[in-house]
């Protein structure tokens, strides 16, 4: 079966603009992550979400950073005003259920480079 | 809060060798631990997980890590190296916040990148 998809796989964008990540868990999972991995660096919890709301956003680093998850399925990332420290890869992760044994999904990641 | 130190940023081995990534965590309560590999342009991939039970954990490929409370390590190993071996390896643990739970929220080391040459 098909895998959790993330796109665009890369995106490059000017300091200041707007950017949307695309993530498509997999079907049936309820639970969804974001991560971000700056380069050298392990991944860093983003947010969480349980079906369609947010149950913890507390990685999100500022107000510029926002997430959704309108239909429980699909999720988008978005970024406003980029600057260039935003520049990593974007994962996503989904699993079956919200318990913390269940195995996260990744997907390919979004590589975000600001210039 | 919970954290993952991962010993070496680098290993290298040669093919054949024993395989030995090093993991200590920081929790304040019973930890769920993992270990995912990570290859080239490839998501991360779960090698093998630690729970509740048995605190030897065998994982896919051969590899396996033994959950050892008294040295807050969950080591990563695998007898003889392989080529296909080679790519970055995370260790990651998931605790309980006091008072909830962390919802699967992982926390991860910042990864060995292993090389094995011939």
């Known amino acids: 079966g098909a895998g959790v998809s993330q796109t665009p796989s890369n995106k490059v964008t000017e300091k200041g603009k707007y950017v949307e990540l695309r993530c498509d868990p997999i079907?049936?999972?309820?639970?969804l992550y974001w991560y971000r991995q700056s380069l050298g660096q392990g991944p860093e919890f983003l947010i969480y979400?349980?079906?369609?709301?947010?149950?913890?956003d507390s990685g999100l680093p500022n107000d510029r950073f926002f997430a959704v998850r309108p239909e429980g399925s699909v999720s988008t990332l978005k970024i406003q005003r980029t600057e260039r420290g935003d520049s990593a890869v974007y994962l996503c992760?989904?699993?079956?259920?919200?318990?913390?044994?269940?195995?996260?999904?990744f997907g390919p990641g979004t590589r975000l480079t600001v210039l | 809060a919970q954290s993952v130190t991962q010993l070496g940023s680098h290993v290298s081995v040669s093919e054949g060798a024993l395989v030995l990534l090093r993991c200590n965590y920081s929790?304040?309560?019973?930890?769920?631990l993992f270990w995912y590999v990570q290859y080239p342009n490839q998501g991360l991939q779960l090698l093998l997980k630690?729970?509740?039970?048995?605190?030897l954990v065998k994982g896919i490929n051969g590899f396996e890590a033994e959950f050892k409370k008294s040295e807050t390590s969950f080591h990563l190993t695998k007898p003889s190296a392989h080529m296909s071996d080679a790519a970055e390896y995370f260790c990651?643990?998931?605790?309980?916040?006091?008072?909830?739970?962390?919802?699967?929220?992982?926390?991860f080391g910042q990864g060995t990148i292993l090389t094995v040459h011939p």
């Open positions: 929790s304040s309560v019973p930890p769920y």
């Open positions: 979400f349980q079906g369609t709301g947010a149950a913890d």
């Open positions: 990651a643990v998931i605790g309980s916040e006091a008072g909830g739970t962390s919802y699967g929220k992982l926390t």
């Open positions: 630690y729970t509740t039970g048995a605190t």
């Open positions: 079907s049936g999972h309820t639970a």
């Open positions: 992760a989904s699993s079956q259920g919200q318990g913390s044994y269940n195995e996260q999904f």
